[in-house]
Structures are given as C-alpha cells and as structure tokens.
C-alpha cells in the first residue's frame, strides 16, 4: 500500500450549499496525490458519498469511517487516493 507523507487536512463541507457539495468533494479527491487522504467533516452520514466515489472511481480509495458523537464532532470519512494502477487485492494483501 502507498505511505502516506503528510498528514491529512480536513474539508468541512457543512458551511458548503449541498448542490456543490459532491462537486468540491471530488475535486479535492482528484487532486490528491496518490496515497494522500483528507478528512471529510459533514453533517450527516455520508453513505451516499461514499457509493457514489466507489461507481465514479472504483478502486481508488480507501475509506476509514471516524464517526464521532453529536457532542464532539460530525461525522468524519478518510478517503485516500490509492495509486492507479494497486488493486483491491493488492491492498488486502
């Protein structure tokens, strides 16, 4: 698996207009180098986010769900940009 070479950011996409939402989120994912990650702060689950990611970029993530209590902090996923050409297999192994 790629090492990861700095520490991930986070993108808070609550204050974002749902409409442009998914967009930025995707943007911000296609810049990332390979094996870099950013942590998705959001209001609610973002299940759908992460079905859409898997049919638009199949076997290019990783996704580590943090969630967290209402108390503390929304919801977290850690998305990571995994390198073209490693497949789920390879990842597992």
């Known amino acids: 698996m790629s090492q990861q070479t700095s520490q991930p950011f986070e993108l808070d996409v609550r204050v974002i207009p749902p409409r442009d939402k998914h ?9 990332l180098p390979s094996g870099e990650s950013f942590i998705l702060v959001n209001d609610h689950d973002p299940r759908p ?9 199949p076997n290019a993530f990783e996704w580590t769900a943090r969630i967290s209590t209402p108390a503390t902090r929304p919801a977290r996923a850690l998305p990571r940009k995994l390198h073209p050409m490693q497949t789920n297999a390879e990842r597992l192994a």
């Not at 967009?23 to 810049?31: E, G, S, V």
């Open 23 to 31: 967009p930025t989120i995707f943007r911000t994912f296609d810049a």
């Open 49 to 57: 986010l992460r079905y859409q990611l898997a049919a638009e970029r």
